[in-house]
């Protein structure tokens, strides 16, 4: 029955307008970023931008993507938050429950879905993205043949793996705050308010609660545990937060009178 | 399923075979009651009307029978399926709730083949969907691209995918142009001809009296009248348009008919009187008029519609309906 339910999310996933505008979208700005990253690096040394020499470095690419998380992060909350929410602004909720009136089967099957598909795009972009860096690199004349070292490609999948995760975070936090507020916009602005200004207000004035704060956590998971808290640490602390969302979202939902 | 008691406030005889049965079916909103302990009992087979004025719980009472809004209080059974377990009835039941909700940037064949693939249905009910819906050659356009009747079809379309038992159609002519509406009438007389219970909602009266032979009536949440259409009309007194052969008699024969205890009402189109008879035959009326001197040139026993049925029924007129509540017609 979740089969069902995720098969049929599909259906309204792979319109071509979604499809398009988000793996082309997110790719095109996950290739503008590493053309900006190649093109602004300089030679050498240890400013704010990774050098040419960190670049060529087996963790080089490593450097790069884990700066583009956020962009990725907020991506997937939109487009999740807006999959949940517009079932109630189009009024096609009621017709959903009709032919599934499991919510929970429906909610889960939805969710599945959506995380699918935003992780294919971050999957899409990744390699989009590792092309352009390729072609980048020979353009600054630097070498490459460490990134395809054992060690090199274990760092870029480890790395891949960590943003997947974070990315997938993001996107449950988005599908049950649109599932909670029932409105899209009102959704993600919510959304990208928290992750982009609230948390780090909050963090200025209590500094202690940085570690704590969802936003925060999903980026120590993005990548891959920082010089503070640790990945471990991040991602308990996120998975926190996703399973309160998630009961909180699914016991709503499961309970609630569609009136929409 | 067997019903083997009476039908609650019908009187009907037992043993009638019934789709849909409810007991004290409440919902209330705070505290406000939206629905107030509703006894429904719907034969298999029929056309169901479903009618009474905006806001009078119909489409709440719909949402409960599909499982969308929960009871406050109350119970009942559908396609022999427990109102609390909507899964095991539903897979049996095809619903257009309200205004067609679908996905503008989808097809309305993909908007189907969405709710297929949820339901578990075979993607081959679609394609006999949309035609039986009149919308095959439009399947393909993008549903935002479709005029009001075209969405309606769709929404016709989609309750007709799992070749339902019972199809529930809230408010299926909103919208609506006359011919629409017309072929509407029609759609919904072939599903009940192929065997479905059809439940259809309208606050438009004398759309329900054209294509149902069940009524439930319902006000202010509660239930007015349920049972059959003709019955509801072997019920209803008669109205009698009554004309005498010189104008100038007219307003004599108003004065001695409501001095015989009849409500007389002017109906100059006709040049003469309509009656709310108060038990009088037409032979009465003709001999009250003879034995005054008036001979009548017109003497038309007029069957009552059911909106007036209605508003005898719960003692109103539609002067006595809020804004907004009005039972509207179309002659």
């Known amino acids: 029955m979740t089969w069902a339910a995720f098969t049929s999310e599909w259906t309204k996933l792979k319109r071509r307008t979604l499809l398009l505008s988000t793996f082309l979208g997110l790719a095109v700005a996950a290739s503008a970023f590493v053309i900006l990253l190649f093109s602004q690096a300089p030679a050498t040394g240890h400013g704010g931008l990774p050098s040419l020499q960190q670049l060529a470095r087996p963790n080089g690419l490593v450097l790069g993507v884990t700066r583009a998380t956020m962009l990725l992060g907020i991506v997937a909350f939109g487009i999740a938050a807006a999959q949940t929410a517009s079932e109630y602004s189009l009024g096609t909720l009621r017709q959903l429950l009709v032919r599934q009136p499991r919510r929970i089967v429906l909610l889960v099957g939805k969710m599945l879905a959506v995380i699918t598909f935003i992780l294919l795009a971050f999957l899409f972009a990744a390699v989009v993205a590792f092309v352009v860096a390729i072609v980048m690199a020979h353009a600054r004349h630097t070498s490459t043949s460490a990134w395809f070292t054992g060690t090199g490609l274990g760092d870029l999948f480890r790395a891949l793996g960590d943003i997947a995760l974070a990315v997938a975070g993001y996107s449950i936090l988005g599908l049950a705050i649109g599932q909670l507020l029932r409105s899209a916009v009102f959704a993600v602005i919510a959304g990208l308010a928290w992750i982009i200004a609230v948390e780090n207000i909050i963090a200025r004035i209590v500094p202690s609660t940085a570690n704590w704060l969802p936003g925060a956590s999903l980026a120590t998971v993005a990548s891959g545990g920082t010089e503070g808290p640790s990945f471990s640490h991040g991602l308990i602390v996120a998975a926190i937060y996703l399973v309160v969302a998630l009961i909180a979202a699914l016991g709503t939902f499961a309970r609630a009178d569609v009136t929409a | ?331």
């Not at chain 2, 043993?15 to 629905?35: C, E, H, P, W």
């Not at chain 2, 297929?116 to 969907?129: D, F, I």
């Not at chain 2, 009187?273 to 009326?285: C, I, K, N, P, W």
């Open chain 2, 1 to 331: 399923m067997t019903v083997t008691q009476a039908m609650r406030g019908t009187g009907e005889a037992s043993g009638i075979q019934l789709a849909v049965s409810t007991t004290g079916l409440t919902k209330r909103f705070g505290d406000r009651t939206v629905v107030d302990h509703v006894d429904l009992a719907i034969p298999a087979g029929s056309v169901c009307g479903f009618v009474g004025p905006n806001g009078a719980g119909k489409t709440t009472t719909i949402r409960m029978l599909l499982g969308l809004i929960r009871p406050t209080a109350g119970s009942g059974s559908i396609l022999g399926g427990s109102l609390t377990e909507p899964a095991s009835y539903l897979r049996k039941v095809g619903a257009l709730i309200e205004a067609p909700a679908f996905y503008p940037q989808l097809s309305g064949r993909d908007n189907l083949k969405a709710l297929a693939r949820l339901g578990q249905l075979n993607l081959k009910t679609v394609e006999p969907a949309l035609a039986r819906a009149g919308l095959a050659a439009r399947a393909g356009d993008k549903y935002r691209s479709y005029s009001l009747g075209m969405k309606q079809r769709l929404g016709i379309a989609s309750a007709l995918l799992p070749d339902p038992e019972l199809l529930i159609l809230d408010e299926p002519t909103n919208g609506l142009d006359p011919a629409g509406i017309v072929e509407m009438r029609g759609l919904i007389r072939s599903f009940a001809d192929d065997g479905m219970t059809v439940l259809v909602s309208s606050h438009l009266i004398s759309e329900i009296e054209q294509i149902c032979d069940y009524v439930i009536m319902i006000r202010g949440g509660r239930l007015v009248h349920q049972g059959s259409v003709a019955d509801l009309r072997a019920t209803q007194q008669s109205d009698v348009i009554v004309a005498p052969e010189h104008d100038a008699d007219r307003e004599q024969l108003a004065k001695i008919l409501e001095a015989a205890g009849c409500t007389v009402t002017a109906r100059p189109a006709e040049n003469g009187v309509l009656v709310e008879t108060a038990g009088l035959s037409a032979a009465d009326l003709n001999r009250l008029a003879a034995n005054n001197g008036i001979t009548l040139r017109q003497l038309a026993e007029q069957t009552r519609s059911l909106e007036r049925a209605f508003f005898a029924l719960t003692g109103t007129d539609e002067a006595g309906l809020r804004p907004g509540q009005e039972m509207g017609a179309i002659k």
